[in-house]
């Protein structure tokens, strides 16, 4: 995607956010929704690589990277930013296995966690 086509989508997420949906936006995903007064937004990324072999280093590489990427979201549009910015933003990275995804790790308010899926595999 160039930066005018991520721009437009990032508009389009503002008014799909709207309706509690989400969307896929230069290989993320991002979904908001509301919960006890907070506005919250999950921006999840899945890793290239199988449980089997991703290590805690690699994983919190790719973790970083989503972070990187979002960041630069927040960059190419503004109304997307000032959405955003009063937002808890919830990382979080996911294995996807064709049928469906499922967690290794997510970072919320620089506190990362592993998810049990992933324990199951550490070496």
Not at 3 to 26: A, N, P, Y
């Amino acid at each position: 995607m160039n930066e005018t086509q991520v721009k437009e989508r990032l508009i389009s997420s503002l008014k799909m956010f709207e309706g509690g949906g989400g969307l896929s936006v230069g290989g993320l995903f991002l979904r908001y929704h509301e919960s006890n007064g907070k506005r919250l937004l999950d921006v999840t990324g899945d890793t290239l690589w199988s449980p089997k072999i991703l290590t805690k280093k690699m994983a919190l590489k790719e973790l970083e990277e989503i972070k990187d990427l979002f960041k630069r979201f927040t960059e190419v549009s503004m109304e997307f930013s000032n959405f955003t910015s009063g937002c808890e933003l919830r990382f979080h990275l996911d294995y996807n296995y064709g049928m469906g995804s499922k967690g290794i790790c997510s970072e919320v308010l620089g506190i990362v966690t592993w998810d049990e899926f992933y324990l199951d595999f550490e070496k």
